[in-house]
């Protein structure tokens, strides 16, 4: 009697080891499995699939959460470079995502549509931008043609000035006496019209670098 007792008190134990020892092979499998994707390797699968129900159960939720979670990692990857690179077309495919893993994949999508938005509000400021620099451009090159124009009216003028004061000079030399006054007269349009021209020539030089800096400045703006 004594003996019947301790048989049956130890065969669940003996069953229980009987079983694992059957199923050892998955058993030692699913640990592999787990431990690559704990390293984040989602490429192993649980291929010794047991006949014991329960073993073949948990062998198969293994694999399917890795295929699950394999395919999230795969789609968020795809569709975060794809926005990375202004693809944003490019979304999360969440048909057959369960839980958590769609609620994520849907979590990604709305952030790609409004980086898309963000994106295209950008690319418009820009163009505003590039239009702004370049009328700003236009009217700073159509200012500096104008300047240049009446400096060198202005030259022009002191040019002749000078021609006429030259002539002035000889004719008041011819006339000896009677032309000293006239003379000076000539001898200080001729100062100052060397004095207006080289005035002019500082113009012309300050409206080239006017010109040289706005474009730089301009071209800085264009290119942010």
Do not use: W
């Not at 049956?8 to 994707?37: F, K």
């Not at 704990?38 to 959460?65: K, Q, W, Y």
């Not at 980086?115 to 400021?125: C, G, K, W």
Request: glycine share 6%.
């Amino acid at each position: 009697m004594k003996e019947s007792l301790t048989m049956n008190s130890s065969s669940p134990t003996l069953e229980s080891n009987s079983t694992i020892a059957g199923n050892r092979e998955m058993i030692d499998e699913a640990r592999a499995v787990c431990r690559s994707a704990s390293r984040g390797d989602l490429e192993p699968r649980i291929h010794a699939i047991p006949s014991d129900p329960a073993f073949a159960d948990l062998a198969l939720s293994i694999n399917a959460l890795l295929d699950t979670t394999d395919a999230f990692v795969r789609e968020a990857g795809a569709s975060l470079q794809a926005a990375a690179d202004q693809r944003f077309y490019r979304k999360v495919v969440t048909r057959g995502m369960p839980g958590s893993f769609k609620r994520g994949s849907d979590i990604i999508n709305q952030a790609s549509n409004q980086l898309s938005r963000q994106e295209e509000i950008l690319s418009t400021a820009r163009q505003e931008r590039l239009e702004i620099c370049d009328e700003l451009n236009r009217m700073v090159e159509e200012s500096a043609q104008r300047i240049e124009r009446v400096v060198k009216n202005i030259d022009e003028i002191m040019n002749g000035a000078r021609v006429l004061a030259l002539n002035a000079t000889i004719e008041a030399a011819r006339a000896g006496e009677a032309g000293r006054g006239f003379s000076v007269v000539a001898s200080e349009v001729k100062k100052m019209s060397d004095h207006i021209a080289e005035s002019m020539g500082g113009i012309t030089i300050e409206l080239q670098n006017f010109r040289a800096e706005s474009q730089r400045v301009l071209d800085q703006i264009a290119a942010k």
